[in-house]
């Protein structure tokens, strides 16, 4: 992308309307996601897919989890998979946030946007795929590690999937931070968490 063009689409976001903010400036601790439930549904997210530990053990908020470009987050999220993140008697290891809102998020031009990075400590492993940021229909998405189907059976990328076909990958290493946004152009709803 030209510089020109990137600074023009960086300006045009910069600029337009927050429809759901999914920032953790409102928390006070990652306990706060217990306070959602399908009878209350309060706070930016949906926390039931998850392991049977406290959620403390799948999710950590801290200003040292936050992207440090970032001048408007007061903290970051530290996400973790262990043997105890199985939900619902699946053998696929889940922590997942899901937005909580009744906000058009799912039709028009919207533009989701987060920042990632990984530690080398308890780092992704690279021998197993791992979803990171998905619509349920999985369309577009971020992966790293191994993807089902590849050749080998490792894979040290971050890459960036459009049905199941990567489109953007690199080398995922440790301590650099990735800002990502996915512009979305619904000409029908996007499926909607239940």
């Known amino acids: 992308m030209k510089a020109s063009l990137l600074s ?28 959602w439930s399908w009878s209350n549904q309060v706070g930016p997210y949906q926390y ?20 440090p470009a970032d001048t408007v987050s007061r903290q970051g999220a530290k996400f973790t998979l262990d043997s105890t993140a199985f939900w619902n ?3 696929m290891r889940r922590t997942e946030l899901i937005p909580q809102t009744k906000a058009a ?6 533009f989701y946007h987060f ?5 080398d400590t308890n780092a992704p492993s690279v021998n197993r795929e791992h979803q990171i940021c998905f619509f349920e229909s999985h369309f577009v998405e971020m992966k790293s590690g191994w993807i089902s189907g590849e050749q080998g059976t490792s894979n040290t990328n971050l890459q960036f999937m459009v049905s199941q076909n990567s489109k953007w990958k690199t080398e995922w290493k ?11 152009v619904s000409l029908a ?3 909607s968490p239940p």
């Open 48 to 67: 039931y897919i998850h392991g049977s530990a406290s959620v403390d053990r799948y999710v950590n908020l801290s200003p040292s989890y936050k992207n």
């Open 174 to 184: 440790a301590d650099v931070w990735h800002n990502i946004a996915y512009e979305i």
């Open 105 to 110: 998020i799912n039709s028009g031009k919207v």
């Open 189 to 191: 709803p996007i499926p």
């Open 8 to 35: 023009a689409t960086l300006a045009h976001l910069a600029n337009a309307a927050v429809i759901w903010d999914g920032r953790f400036n409102d928390f006070t601790s990652s306990a706060d996601l217990n306070k």
């Open 89 to 91: 008697g699946q053998n």
């Open 115 to 119: 920042s990632l990075m990984r530690k």
